[in-house]
């Protein structure tokens, strides 16, 4: 079966520092990978998404980026942290064939508080 | 581009009162729906899908191709219900595309 790994749970880190969060998924290959920051008020914002090894989608602008440097690997990065990259960061991952696995399944996510 | 709306932030009803959860979506394909739940200090995760047509803890929902939507009805809400729900939408391999989500506070 399928699983998603996500660390750590939290997090504390002051304004400047780097920032480095990881995602791995187990039993499956070639998945479609996912950020997401979940916001009080403003639901499920989409950071990133990956559909391959090196292919990252960035959503929106910010002060963060992603990379992939394995096929089940994912990982969210800051080199200098802002007090507003505070929040509830969530990877998930999907299949990537139509009509298969479409559905996601999320990490446990990461409850990031940079002061 | 793939767009989910979802209305209403919070939702308030009382036990056993009828519960609907509106979500309107925008694609030019055919998209698969989905509605996911996360409970308090729970993983979010899938509460159904269109595909699927099954009733998941009494929750079903309808995929209106004409209007647009996918709402999450309940006839009778209970305390458990209350959670924060999302609506989603993928087509193929394209990303996942979530709503702004809607808190549902069942009163006791």
């Known amino acids: 079966s399928q699983t998603i790994h996500q660390w750590p749970a939290t997090l504390v880190q002051p304004v400047g520092s780097p920032l480095s969060l990881e995602c791995t998924v187990e039993?499956?290959?070639?998945?479609?990978l996912y950020w997401y920051r979940q916001a009080a008020g403003r639901g499920l914002q989409l950071l990133f998404y990956s559909v391959g090894i090196g292919q990252i989608s960035s959503e929106v602008p910010q002060n963060l980026s992603a990379s992939r440097p394995q096929d089940r690997q994912f990982i969210l990065s800051s080199k200098k942290l802002l007090l507003s990259d505070s929040g509830f960061y969530l990877c998930?991952?999907?299949?990537?064939?139509?009509?298969?696995?479409?559905?996601?399944?999320f990490g446990q996510g990461t409850r990031l508080t940079v002061v | 581009a793939q767009r989910v709306t979802q209305p209403e932030k919070l939702l308030s009803v009382f036990k056993g009162a009828p519960v609907e959860l509106k979500c309107n979506y925008s694609?030019?394909?055919?998209?698969?729906l989905f509605w996911y739940v996360q409970y308090s200090r729970q993983r979010l995760q899938l509460l159904l899908r269109h595909i699927s047509r099954e009733s998941i803890k009494g929750f079903t929902a309808d995929l209106n191709k004409g209007e647009t939507s996918f709402h999450l009805k309940k006839p009778f809400a209970q305390e458990e219900d209350s959670a924060m729900y999302y609506c989603?939408?993928?087509?193929?391999?394209?990303?996942?595309?979530f709503g702004t989500g809607t808190k549902l506070q069942v009163i006791p």
């Open positions: 989603a939408l993928k087509q193929g391999y394209q990303k996942v595309t």
């Open positions: 039993g499956t290959s070639n998945p479609n």
């Open positions: 998930a991952w999907s299949g990537d064939r139509d009509g298969e696995q479409n559905e996601a399944f």
């Open positions: 694609y030019s394909g055919s998209p698969e």
